[in-house]
């Protein structure tokens, strides 16, 4: 009769098919509000596979939070982790309401991935934020500093072996964790 099943399909596919960075996050919004969730699942697909764009495109702000924080929480998503965290602290502004943006991304916090910033992002960009609770910064700069010493090679003098004896390692090796490996 009407056979809306058919025009939903229809409608469905159009928008599986014509996907962009631009759209995926209105999208995978819209698939979410509907329960079309092959649609959903091949958005997510699009913001995993071209994450920096897309957190950096401004869409992700109109994710509601479950979306942006599956996201966020994903291995799969493939940008900086100073890309998602300009997304997070984006997202917080945007979606505040009457309360503070800390409040806003209390939930991302424990899925940004501090220890693969760099330093100088870390002390000059997230700290100056205020965002992020100075115990859990400590921490992630105890663990970067660990984590370098373990890369350089073991038995030279500390203080990262005096830069590997002057820049040999640590910041020439470039041996920065990734997330997400090829």
């Known amino acids: 009769k009407l056979q809306l099943a058919g025009l939903r399909e229809s409608c469905e596919a159009y928008l599986a098919k014509h996907l962009c960075q631009d759209s995926v996050c209105s999208t995978w919004k819209a698939s979410h509000m509907l329960g079309l969730s092959q649609l959903g699942e091949k958005c997510k697909a699009l913001v995993m596979s071209e994450g920096r764009a897309v957190l950096e495109g401004g869409g992700f702000v109109e994710l509601p939070k479950e979306l942006a924080l599956a996201a966020v929480a994903d291995e799969k998503l493939n940008a900086s982790e100073e890309a998602v965290f300009e997304a997070v602290v984006a997202w917080g502004e945007a979606n505040k ?75 020439a090796c470039q041996k920065t964790p990734q997330r997400v490996s090829a």
């Open 97 to 171: 309401g009457a309360g503070s943006v800390q409040d806003a991304v209390a939930d991302f916090v424990p899925h940004l991935r501090f220890v693969e910033m760099g330093h100088a992002f870390i002390y000059n960009r997230v700290r100056q934020s205020g965002l992020i609770p100075e115990n859990i910064l400590f921490a992630a700069m105890a663990k970067i500093t660990d984590e370098m010493a373990q890369r350089c090679e073991p038995g030279v003098q500390t203080g990262i072996s005096f830069r590997k004896q002057k820049y040999g390692c640590c910041r």
